[in-house]
Protein backbone atom coordinates (compact mmCIF):
# COMPACT_ATOMS: atom_id res chain seq x y z
CA UNK A 1 0.00 0.00 0.00
CA UNK A 2 1.25 3.39 -0.75
CA UNK A 3 1.63 5.84 1.90
CA UNK A 4 1.27 9.54 1.46
CA UNK A 5 5.23 10.09 2.79
CA UNK A 6 5.93 7.42 0.36
CA UNK A 7 4.12 9.09 -2.47
CA UNK A 8 5.69 12.71 -1.54
CA UNK A 9 8.99 11.10 -1.62
CA UNK A 10 8.85 9.41 -4.63
CA UNK A 11 7.69 12.66 -5.95
CA UNK A 12 10.34 14.75 -4.35
CA UNK A 13 13.09 12.17 -6.21
CA UNK A 14 11.23 12.73 -9.50
CA UNK A 15 11.48 16.53 -9.27
CA UNK A 16 15.29 16.24 -7.69
CA UNK A 17 15.78 14.19 -11.29
CA UNK A 18 14.69 17.19 -13.11
CA UNK A 19 16.59 19.39 -11.14
CA UNK A 20 19.60 17.51 -12.45
CA UNK A 21 18.23 17.59 -15.89
CA UNK A 22 18.63 20.76 -15.96
CA UNK A 23 21.78 21.25 -14.35
CA UNK A 24 23.01 18.69 -17.28
CA UNK A 25 21.56 21.06 -20.03
CA UNK A 26 23.17 24.17 -18.26
CA UNK A 27 26.77 21.57 -18.75
CA UNK A 28 26.05 20.80 -22.26
CA UNK A 29 25.34 24.59 -23.29
CA UNK A 30 28.41 25.44 -20.97
CA UNK A 31 30.69 23.47 -23.30
CA UNK A 32 28.79 24.13 -26.52
CA UNK A 33 29.30 27.82 -26.10
CA UNK A 34 32.37 27.70 -25.31
CA UNK A 35 33.87 25.40 -28.05
CA UNK A 36 31.50 26.78 -30.71
CA UNK A 37 30.82 29.54 -32.15
CA UNK A 38 27.35 28.58 -33.63
CA UNK A 39 26.10 31.92 -35.19
CA UNK A 40 28.63 32.16 -37.83
CA UNK A 41 28.11 28.36 -39.22
CA UNK A 42 24.50 28.55 -39.27
CA UNK A 43 22.12 30.27 -41.82
CA UNK A 44 19.43 31.38 -38.46
CA UNK A 45 20.83 35.25 -38.91
CA UNK A 46 18.15 36.39 -40.89
CA UNK A 47 17.75 40.06 -40.45
CA UNK A 48 14.13 40.65 -38.42
CA UNK A 49 13.35 36.86 -37.81
CA UNK A 50 15.15 35.30 -34.72
CA UNK A 51 14.36 31.47 -33.46
CA UNK A 52 14.64 33.25 -30.36
CA UNK A 53 11.35 34.68 -29.68
CA UNK A 54 9.42 31.88 -31.24
CA UNK A 55 10.97 30.15 -27.89
CA UNK A 56 9.98 32.85 -25.59
CA UNK A 57 6.55 32.44 -27.04
CA UNK A 58 6.37 28.90 -26.54
CA UNK A 59 7.72 29.16 -22.81
CA UNK A 60 4.55 31.81 -22.06
CA UNK A 61 2.62 29.05 -23.54
CA UNK A 62 4.19 26.27 -21.34
CA UNK A 63 3.74 28.40 -18.34
CA UNK A 64 0.02 28.80 -19.27
CA UNK A 65 -0.97 25.31 -19.59
CA UNK A 66 1.15 24.19 -16.62
CA UNK A 67 -0.61 26.44 -14.05
CA UNK A 68 -4.10 24.85 -15.88
CA UNK A 69 -3.26 21.17 -16.02
CA UNK A 70 -1.47 20.51 -13.07
CA UNK A 71 -5.00 22.09 -11.40
CA UNK A 72 -6.35 19.88 -13.88
CA UNK A 73 -4.84 16.82 -13.20
CA UNK A 74 -4.86 17.55 -9.52
CA UNK A 75 -9.03 18.02 -9.45
CA UNK A 76 -9.41 14.73 -11.54
CA UNK A 77 -6.76 12.69 -8.52
CA UNK A 78 -9.33 13.79 -6.18
CA UNK A 79 -11.79 12.33 -6.87
CA UNK A 80 -10.44 8.59 -6.72
CA UNK A 81 -10.01 6.64 -4.02
CA UNK A 82 -7.11 6.79 -1.48
CA UNK A 83 -4.73 4.35 -3.42
CA UNK A 84 -5.70 5.69 -6.64
CA UNK A 85 -5.61 9.23 -5.93
CA UNK A 86 -2.27 8.93 -4.62
CA UNK A 87 -0.83 7.50 -8.03
CA UNK A 88 -2.78 9.90 -9.98
CA UNK A 89 -0.91 12.48 -7.80
CA UNK A 90 2.48 10.87 -8.56
CA UNK A 91 1.34 11.30 -12.39
CA UNK A 92 0.19 15.11 -12.35
CA UNK A 93 3.49 15.82 -10.46
CA UNK A 94 5.95 14.10 -13.56
CA UNK A 95 3.71 15.34 -15.93
CA UNK A 96 3.74 18.82 -14.47
CA UNK A 97 7.83 18.42 -14.17
CA UNK A 98 8.49 17.41 -17.17
CA UNK A 99 6.46 20.45 -18.98
CA UNK A 100 8.73 22.74 -16.93
CA UNK A 101 11.63 21.23 -18.17
CA UNK A 102 10.47 22.44 -21.77
CA UNK A 103 11.47 25.97 -22.05
CA UNK A 104 15.27 24.80 -20.89
CA UNK A 105 15.00 22.84 -23.52
CA UNK A 106 14.51 24.99 -26.12
CA UNK A 107 16.83 27.36 -24.76
CA UNK A 108 19.52 24.41 -25.61
CA UNK A 109 18.10 23.89 -29.11
CA UNK A 110 18.25 28.04 -29.48
CA UNK A 111 22.26 27.55 -28.69
CA UNK A 112 23.11 24.68 -31.12
CA UNK A 113 20.99 26.67 -33.80
CA UNK A 114 22.91 29.47 -33.41
CA UNK A 115 20.76 31.26 -30.84
CA UNK A 116 22.30 33.58 -27.78
CA UNK A 117 24.05 32.00 -25.02
CA UNK A 118 21.89 34.44 -22.92
CA UNK A 119 18.38 33.22 -24.11
CA UNK A 120 19.83 29.70 -23.39
CA UNK A 121 20.21 31.44 -19.54
CA UNK A 122 17.21 32.95 -19.18
CA UNK A 123 15.00 29.58 -20.41
CA UNK A 124 17.09 28.04 -18.06
CA UNK A 125 16.13 29.91 -14.90
CA UNK A 126 12.50 30.10 -16.08
CA UNK A 127 12.11 26.76 -16.06
CA UNK A 128 14.24 26.56 -12.46
CA UNK A 129 11.57 28.88 -11.53
CA UNK A 130 8.74 26.99 -12.89
CA UNK A 131 10.19 23.59 -11.26
CA UNK A 132 10.19 25.60 -7.76
CA UNK A 133 6.92 27.17 -8.06
CA UNK A 134 5.18 23.86 -8.71
CA UNK A 135 7.26 21.42 -6.20
CA UNK A 136 5.28 19.24 -4.37
CA UNK A 137 3.60 19.94 -0.90
CA UNK A 138 2.98 17.43 1.13
CA UNK A 139 -0.12 19.07 1.43
CA UNK A 140 -0.88 17.74 -2.26
CA UNK A 141 -1.11 13.89 -1.04
CA UNK A 142 -2.82 14.66 2.79
CA UNK A 143 -5.70 15.52 0.57
CA UNK A 144 -6.25 12.19 -0.75
CA UNK A 145 -6.59 10.62 2.55
CA UNK A 146 -8.79 14.04 3.89
CA UNK A 147 -11.08 13.66 0.51
CA UNK A 148 -11.51 9.82 0.53
CA UNK A 149 -12.32 10.10 4.12
CA UNK A 150 -14.92 12.55 4.17
CA UNK A 151 -16.41 10.86 1.33
CA UNK A 152 -16.60 7.47 3.31
CA UNK A 153 -18.34 9.69 6.33
CA UNK A 154 -20.65 10.86 4.08
CA UNK A 155 -21.80 7.64 2.35
CA UNK A 156 -22.04 6.22 6.04
CA UNK A 157 -24.52 9.57 6.90
CA UNK A 158 -26.62 8.76 3.63
CA UNK A 159 -26.84 4.98 4.06
CA UNK A 160 -28.36 5.16 7.69
Not at 43 to 52: K, Q, T, Y
Not at 62 to 77: D, G, P, Y
Not at 119 to 126: A, I, R, T, V, Y
Request: aromatic letters at 10%.
Amino acid sequence: MLSERRAHRFSTMIYFSFFGSILILFVVGQAVAKNLDLRESTDFNIPGWELRYLFYGLSVAVIIITRHLKAFLFSRAKNEETEECLNRTIGAVTITASLCEIPALMGLFNLLTGGLKQDLFLLLGLSLLLLTMHFPRPSIFEGCTRHHAASVALHDVSTE
